[in-house]
């Protein structure tokens, strides 16, 4: 308990260090919830990087924001920051519904983005905004959709586990207790691109894609639940979909943003077939077969706490008649809030136990903004395509895709 709760004290107080003289400048669009977390605090531990500047809608809300977190310059307006020769990366934590054209605007600008998830509002935006002949020159902008729980080791840790072509089945669920999401937040505002598949969902398709190292063929099914009081009606706050992969396996992805006030952390529980294990011991007529079962609580934010349990059932039978002649689990569980916990390949990855999984992605969005190595990366593709689930989701569900922007 003690080491928990220095873990995550430490998480959200990091050690402040000297900044370099070449630290990649900052600015903000938009004062949001999610900004302090997401870049503010990060940013005090890493030697490379400032947060400088930050403009809102609302100057006042800026000023505020600006001056609880430490923040230089505040700036009239998003375009101010752009227009800033002295800003050399943004981030933008804006309503779904702007993150295209502030994206847009960012890389014609010539500066770094990195942009909050989900990247845009579908897919269309998506192949737009990734596709941009500014990302293809010399020296282009690096652009990068901030699924930060992706560049956290327990996950790396987990998908180690797994054999992708061998998974059957896999279920994942998250949550938000409702006391978090009234009815009129941004998150229920369809012209803003709201939506539990955009706003949490996205997490557990993207684990999905990553469990499976495939895209899904089909949308199987995908039921939703509404307020249904005639202003909410396109936007989902409960969503159960299913969907099929090309090896045949079946991913389960629910989520709730109106969950019960008792926190359940996430989950994905990954089934694998039944394969045969060789074992000389044996006489020629029998086997020994195994079936596989990972799962990891806590994918999303897992620096408060996560568990990996990997789960081996074994058989041995007879070939003849099938009946089986023995049977046992071999179970064990792990953890890994730093590379070195992971161990193995990941042993010299760099990291310490209180970083955040925010954290673990600046450092590698530094390293690719600088033309260091990268230990792991989002590429431009992989966001198009997991635009391209979100909306085979929308569209088996009849709510229909988010609002595509009309900039260009």
């Known amino acids: 308990?003690?080491?928990?709760?220095?873990?995550i004290y430490t998480a959200?107080?990091?050690?402040a260090v000297e900044k370099k003289s070449d630290a990649i400048r900052f600015g903000i669009l938009g004062a949001a919830k999610i900004a302090p977390m997401a870049l503010v605090t990060p940013a005090k531990s890493h030697p490379e990087v400032i947060v400088q500047a930050i403009s809102a809608r609302d100057r006042a809300r800026a000023e505020e924001f600006a001056k609880k977190h430490g923040i230089p310059d505040v700036r009239d307006s998003y375009q101010d920051i752009l227009d800033d020769p002295n800003i050399d990366a943004i981030f933008i934590p804006l309503p779904n519904s702007l993150h295209f054209e502030w994206a847009?605007?960012?890389?014609?600008?010539?500066?770094h983005v990195l942009l909050e998830k989900p990247s845009v509002s579908n897919s269309k935006e998506a192949e737009i905004l990734f596709s941009l002949p500014e990302l293809s020159q010399p020296n282009a902008p690096v652009?990068?959709?901030?699924?930060?729980?992706?560049?956290?080791?327990?996950?790396?840790?987990?998908?180690?586990?797994?054999?992708?072509?061998?998974?059957?089945?896999?279920h994942t669920d998250s949550m938000i207790p409702s006391l978090l999401t009234a009815k009129g937040n941004i998150e229920f505002n369809y012209s803003l691109s709201g939506g539990s598949m955009m706003m949490v969902g996205t997490y557990n398709f993207a684990i999905l894609r990553l469990i499976f190292a495939d895209?899904?063929?089909?949308?199987?099914?995908?039921e939703t639940t509404i307020f249904g009081d005639g202003i909410h009606d396109k936007c989902d706050y409960h969503f159960e979909a299913r969907f099929r992969f090309p090896n045949g396996g079946i991913g389960e992805a629910t989520t709730t943003m109106r969950g019960p006030i008792l926190w359940k952390p996430s989950e994905a529980r990954v089934t694998h077939k039944e394969v045969e294990i060789q074992d000389k011991t044996l006489s020629a007529s029998q086997e020994k077969l195994m079936t596989r079962e990972v799962t990891i609580h806590g994918f999303l934010q897992s620096v408060i706490w996560h568990r990996i349990d990997v789960r081996d059932c074994y058989v041995i039978r007879n070939k003849t008649d099938r009946q089986p002649v023995k049977k046992w689990i071999e179970s064990k569980s792990y953890k890994a809030y730093s590379f070195k916990e992971a161990g193995g390949d990941f042993a010299d990855f760099p990291g310490e136990g209180w970083w955040m999984s925010y954290r673990y992605q600046l450092e590698e969005f530094v390293n690719r903004v600088k033309g260091r190595r990268t230990q792991y990366w989002i590429s431009r593709e992989d966001s198009i395509k997991q635009m391209k689930m979100i909306d085979m989701a929308y569209e088996k569900s009849g709510l229909g895709l988010r609002p595509t922007s009309s900039f260009r």
């Not at 699924?147 to 992708?164: D, K, M, T």
């Not at 895209?215 to 995908?222: G, H, Q, T």
């Open 12 to 15: 959200l107080n990091p050690p």
């Open 104 to 111: 847009v605007r960012a890389i014609r600008a010539g500066k």
């Open 1 to 7: 308990m003690i080491s928990l709760i220095k873990r």
């Open 143 to 170: 652009l990068l959709e901030a699924f930060h729980n992706r560049f956290y080791p327990a996950v790396h840790l987990f998908r180690s586990f797994i054999n992708p072509s061998e998974v059957v089945h896999v």
């Open 215 to 222: 895209e899904p063929e089909e949308c199987l099914s995908c």
